[in-house]
């Protein structure tokens, strides 16, 4: 999946930098939706003082934009004879690559989370993920360019999740936590 990535964000790479706009209209979009649920004023107030940390972080988004597959989870990809097919294209756009990869992170995180209770389960294949993407790029310096971003991303992944329904409200406002925590320690 890591290679499918490459491909994809090298093929449409274009020079123009990636803005902190998109993520900061998304995560208002997603605020905006979890008040009607399990986001009190208080918490929501809590994540946009962390994230607006981020929106304020100089260097934090050198790079430059690349066509996103933009509802990149492991469900919206098939597996076969060593290709990636990837469906459910109709949000591609072009974005920050950390979008895709931040998102894969926070599936990968919900579902250690959701499935053993132990989220950080996953770090070692989020950080596995993270590092074949780097070193598929060429350079390996670039795991830490991209690592830097990857909490913002995981954030706005983890809250998407909450938005779903089925989910029991107590695993909700834990993903909400997590979410924060992404936020707020990962800088």
């Given at each position: 999946?890591a290679?499918?990535f490459?491909?994809?964000?090298?093929?449409?790479e274009?020079?123009?930098?990636v803005s902190?706009?998109?993520?900061?209209?998304?995560?208002?979009?997603l605020?905006?939706?979890?008040?009607?649920?399990?986001?009190?004023s208080?918490?929501?107030d809590e994540i946009?003082?962390?994230?607006?940390?981020?929106w304020?972080?100089?260097?934090i988004f050198?790079?430059?934009?690349?066509?996103v597959?933009?509802d990149a989870t492991p469900?919206?990809f098939?597996?076969q004879?060593?290709?990636?097919?990837?469906?459910d294209?109709?949000?591609v756009?072009?974005?920050?690559?950390?979008?895709?990869?931040?998102?894969?992170?926070?599936?990968?995180?919900?579902?250690f989370?959701w499935r053993?209770?132990?989220?950080?389960a996953?770090?070692?294949?989020?950080?596995?993920?993270?590092?074949e993407?780097a070193?598929?790029?060429g350079?390996?310096?670039?795991?830490?360019?991209?690592t830097?971003r990857?909490?913002?991303y995981?954030?706005?992944g983890?809250?998407?999740?909450?938005r779903?329904t089925?989910?029991d409200?107590?695993y909700?406002k834990n993903?909400?936590?997590?979410?924060?925590?992404?936020?707020k320690?990962?800088?």
């Amino acid at each position: 999946m890591a290679r499918f990535f490459v491909k994809l964000h090298r093929k449409s790479e274009r020079e123009r930098q990636v803005s902190p706009d998109r993520p900061q209209k998304y995560l208002s979009k997603l605020l905006y939706s979890l008040s009607q649920g399990p986001l009190t004023s208080s918490k929501r107030d809590e994540i946009e003082r962390y994230a607006a940390t981020w929106w304020d972080k100089n260097g934090i988004f050198v790079d430059n934009e690349v066509i996103v597959h933009g509802d990149a989870t492991p469900t919206n990809f098939f597996f076969q004879h060593h290709e990636v097919i990837g469906i459910d294209v109709e949000k591609v756009k072009r974005a920050d690559r950390c979008w895709d990869l931040g998102f894969i992170a926070a599936d990968l995180k919900h579902h250690f989370m959701w499935r053993t209770g132990d989220g950080w389960a996953a770090e070692p294949y989020i950080g596995h993920f993270l590092w074949e993407y780097a070193v598929n790029c060429g350079d390996e310096q670039f795991f830490y360019a991209i690592t830097r971003r990857i909490p913002l991303y995981m954030s706005l992944g983890l809250l998407r999740i909450a938005r779903n329904t089925w989910l029991d409200e107590p695993y909700r406002k834990n993903l909400l936590r997590e979410a924060k925590r992404c936020l707020k320690y990962g800088l």
